[in-house]
């Protein structure tokens, strides 16, 4: 080592001097991972090297037995994020998932009407009279991809609504994400043909026991919908629209719920072995976990 460089560390205290490293990171290629060796060997610096740092320690993580606690926010799911999150269900990598309501929800609507999802990959370059034209012909988009919400929202609600109204005759309560997976339980839903079940992450999480926590679940469509169905206000407009016999809103229960059980099931599954946070995306799915 230079002298110099040598002097300048001797001038720093303990701790700092520890902290810097020469030359490249420790890392032996594996023939079975090329693109691991390749970001190794390529991404040093900045966000780049953070990255790569942080994908080798989980990685190493996974390989001691570690799990991951995956938030999910953003439409990920419209955009099958669960062909990914699907096979590190099934590889037993991930703990738990704490996700938006709407990104939940999008994972079964991708099950029950993949092939009716449509695509405009120029939609930068759409017109007022264009995207006014597409709004009126029934075709809900979020950048390039379009919702089915027909073939999707309104075949999976009269399941649901039924659920519903069966806690409320038992005077049951559940939380939200459990009566999707009642879905799955009784076989309630049908599968579109060219959708693949392991592509969907909420039907592996319910396939695979992984814990599931939605907090904000009326930020989503069906719970838009749900909140409808609850309304037995006396509002001068709103009121005109409730429901003859409005569902009893106690049948999900509230993400304060959620917060309960996420804090008993983390100290239950901390006991041994920290867990790896992954996040996918700000928002609620990221900081309720984190308080």
């Not at 995956?70 to 699907?86: D, E, H, P, R, Y």
């Not at 996700?99 to 029950?112: C, I, K």
Request: glycine content about 8%; some cysteine.
């Amino acid at each position: 080592m230079n002298v110099d460089i040598s002097k300048k560390l001797a001038s720093l205290s303990p701790g700092l001097r520890a902290k810097i490293r020469f030359g490249e990171r420790a890392y032996q290629p594996d023939p079975k991972t090329p693109v691991s060796n390749w970001l190794a060997a390529t991404k040093h610096h900045c966000n780049g090297g953070r990255t790569v740092d942080a994908g080798l320690w989980l990685k190493q993580h996974c390989d001691q037995g570690g799990k991951i606690f995956l938030t999910m926010a953003g439409a990920g799911s419209s955009f099958q994020m669960g062909i990914v999150i699907g096979e590190l269900i099934r590889a037993g990598k991930i703990a738990a998932i704490s996700v938006t309501g709407a990104n939940m929800e999008e994972s079964l609507y991708r099950l029950v009407a993949n092939s009716h999802y449509a695509y405009i990959h120029d939609y930068q370059e759409l017109t007022r009279v264009e995207e006014k034209e597409l709004d009126l012909a029934g075709f809900r988009r979020i950048t390039d991809t379009f919702l089915p919400e027909d073939e999707s929202v309104r075949v999976v609600l009269p399941k649901l609504k039924k659920l519903w109204r069966e806690a409320e005759a038992a005077g049951t309560s559940r939380l939200w994400h459990e009566y999707f997976f009642e879905l799955f339980a009784r076989d309630m839903i049908g599968f579109d043909p060219t959708a693949n079940p392991d592509d969907c992450w909420l039907y592996q999480a319910w396939r695979y026991n992984v814990a599931v926590f939605v907090p904000g679940t009326e930020d989503s469509t069906m719970g838009n919908i749900f909140t409808h169905a609850c309304y037995a206000g006396d509002h001068p407009f709103l009121s005109r629209y409730k429901l003859e016999s409005p569902i009893n809103p106690n049948v999900v229960l509230p993400s304060i719920c959620y917060m309960h059980r996420l804090a008993e099931w983390y100290m239950q599954q901390t006991e041994k072995r920290g867990l790896a946070f992954l996040q996918l995306g700000g928002g609620i799915a990221a900081d309720f976990p984190i308080c």
